[in-house]
């Protein structure tokens, strides 16, 4: 028997005040609070990551935003004609919400479908991880929209560009592989383009340069806010899962809407962490992180915020106007416990031994979540 565990069968034998003088640095350290929560809010519009002539993105990555290693969020804008150029991310899927004006997207599928697809205000597309595609801006006006990924670390060393492939391959093997003669590729971009200016596209969509391709048979795109959402008194939900997107397979998104005074009543997620990203108005969350552990921030337009798997939360609308948020799930089931439905879950004897109160108390506590409740 080791030394150190020897010590432990003391621990047991001892009660709990007695043990207390026999501790060793090491089960001190054990029984400290664990360290208090950290920020959970990130301010991702006061940032410039990449900014050009033809758009911008600015980004919140495991670099800016350390808590949340499981979802990154890009929030980018073209310009109309400019082209986010062909790439594809080896470390994530990448997920969109189209915020103001249109895109088109071209993705390619390893059974070799393509596609094409044209996106407007509250549609969403979702490609899956290594899938190469391309966004371009239509006009009139600029584009915006939000991307996340299911990867904290989708950008550093996971985004790779196809000028920036060609340009740091020797001109031999790109002129086999490319059919160009070196003197045209010389005209090839010296290194990454990311975003480039470009043409807005005719109105009727071009066909693929291989005649015989399939249109993919997997569908991309999503309308979000064009489907019926669930109401509750005090706001509704738009919810997509895989079940009804069948390619989102790491994501669950949601938009939530908080109509002023509103409440989104104490909940948690068990097998998802919670990402959001503030598209209006503003809003106050409570996180519940255990042994006492709570943090409190308030949030407006174009902040991000999140929320560990398994943490107590709830969301409190805060000003005027109604709050908006769009929300991703690292999962592709929505899972939710409501503190209602858990209390209604139990005799109310056990309730009323567990919380000490009597039974007329008990009869007053809710039984069955109420999502989103209205202004008191
Ligand atoms: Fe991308
Ligand atoms: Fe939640």
Same mark, same amino acid.
């Given at each position: 028997?080791?030394?150190?565990?020897?010590?432990?069968?003391?621990?047991?034998?001892?009660?709990?005040?007695?043990?207390?003088?026999?501790?060793?640095?090491?089960?001190?350290?054990?029984?400290?609070?664990?360290?208090?929560?950290?920020?959970?809010?990130?301010?991702?519009?006061?940032?410039?990551?990449?900014?050009?002539?033809?758009?911008?993105?600015?980004?919140?990555?495991?670099?800016?935003?350390?808590?949340?290693?499981? %979802?990154?969020?890009?929030?980018?804008?073209?310009?109309?004609?400019?082209?986010?150029?062909?790439?594809?991310?080896?470390?994530?899927?990448?997920?969109?919400?189209?915020?103001?004006?249109?895109?088109?997207?071209?993705?390619?599928?390893?059974?070799?479908?393509?596609?094409?697809?044209?996106?407007?205000?509250?549609?969403?597309?979702?490609?899956?991880?290594?899938?190469?595609?391309?966004?371009?801006?239509?006009?009139?006006?600029?584009?915006?929209?939000?991307?996340?990924?299911?990867?904290?670390?989708?950008?550093?060393?996971?985004?790779?560009?196809?000028?920036?492939?060609?340009?740091?391959?020797?001109?031999? %093997?790109?002129?086999?592989?490319?059919?160009?003669?070196?003197?045209?590729?010389?005209?090839?971009?010296?290194?990454?383009?990311?975003?480039?200016?470009?043409?807005?596209?005719?109105?009727?969509?071009?066909?693929?340069?291989?005649?015989?391709?399939?249109?993919?048979?997997?569908?991309?795109?999503?309308?979000?806010?064009?489907?019926?959402?669930?109401?509750?008194?005090?706001?509704?939900?738009?919810?997509?899962?895989?079940?009804?997107?069948?390619?989102?397979?790491?994501?669950?998104?949601?938009?939530?809407?908080?109509?002023?005074?509103?409440?989104?009543?104490?909940?948690?997620?068990?097998?998802?962490?919670?990402?959001?990203?503030?598209?209006?108005?503003?809003?106050?969350?409570?996180?519940?992180?255990?042994?006492?552990?709570?943090?409190?921030?308030?949030?407006?337009?174009?902040?991000?915020?999140?929320?560990?798997?398994?943490?107590?939360?709830?969301?409190?609308?805060?000003?005027?106007?109604?709050?908006?948020?769009?929300?991703?799930?690292?999962?592709?089931?929505?899972?939710?416990?409501?503190?209602?439905?858990?209390?209604?879950?139990?005799?109310?004897?056990?309730?009323?031994?567990?919380?000490?109160?009597?039974?007329?108390?008990?009869?007053?506590?809710?039984?069955?979540?109420?999502? %989103?409740?209205?202004?008191?």
């Amino acid at each position: 028997m080791s030394k150190s565990f020897s010590r432990r069968g003391l621990f047991q034998a001892a009660p709990l005040g007695a043990a207390a003088a026999f501790l060793t640095p090491q089960h001190a350290a054990a029984q400290e609070q664990p360290s208090a929560i950290p920020s959970l809010k990130f301010d991702i519009e006061a940032q410039t990551h990449w900014k050009g002539e033809a758009g911008s993105a600015n980004e919140a990555t495991v670099a800016e935003f350390p808590i949340s290693q499981s %979802i990154a969020g890009v929030s980018m804008r073209l310009k109309p004609g400019a082209i986010r150029e062909l790439h594809w991310h080896a470390l994530a899927a990448e997920w969109a919400y189209m915020i103001e004006g249109r895109v088109r997207t071209t993705v390619v599928m390893p059974n070799g479908q393509s596609a094409i697809d044209e996106f407007g205000p509250g549609d969403t597309w979702y490609f899956p991880r290594g899938h190469g595609h391309l966004l371009q801006g239509l006009g009139p006006g600029e584009a915006h929209f939000l991307l996340g990924f299911d990867n904290g670390h989708f950008s550093e060393f996971g985004t790779f560009s196809i000028t920036d492939w060609i340009a740091n391959t020797p001109p031999e %093997i790109a002129s086999r592989v490319l059919n160009l003669p070196t003197s045209t590729l010389a005209k090839f971009p010296k290194k990454e383009v990311y975003i480039g200016p470009g043409e807005v596209p005719k109105t009727i969509l071009e066909e693929f340069r291989l005649s015989s391709s399939q249109t993919s048979q997997f569908a991309h795109k999503y309308r979000l806010d064009m489907q019926p959402p669930h109401v509750f008194e005090g706001g509704m939900e738009y919810i997509v899962q895989q079940k009804d997107f069948p390619i989102q397979t790491t994501f669950t998104a949601v938009k939530m809407i908080l109509q002023p005074g509103a409440l989104r009543e104490m909940h948690w997620h068990p097998h998802a962490d919670e990402w959001q990203y503030y598209l209006s108005g503003q809003a106050r969350m409570t996180v519940f992180g255990s042994h006492g552990r709570i943090r409190t921030e308030d949030y407006k337009k174009g902040n991000v915020g999140f929320c560990p798997q398994g943490y107590g939360h709830y969301i409190e609308q805060i000003g005027d106007q109604p709050t908006e948020v769009l929300i991703l799930f690292n999962h592709p089931e929505f899972q939710e416990i409501s503190l209602a439905n858990w209390l209604g879950g139990n005799p109310s004897s056990l309730l009323s031994a567990n919380f000490g109160i009597p039974q007329d108390a008990i009869d007053k506590l809710p039984k069955k979540e109420r999502g %989103i409740i209205r202004k008191s």
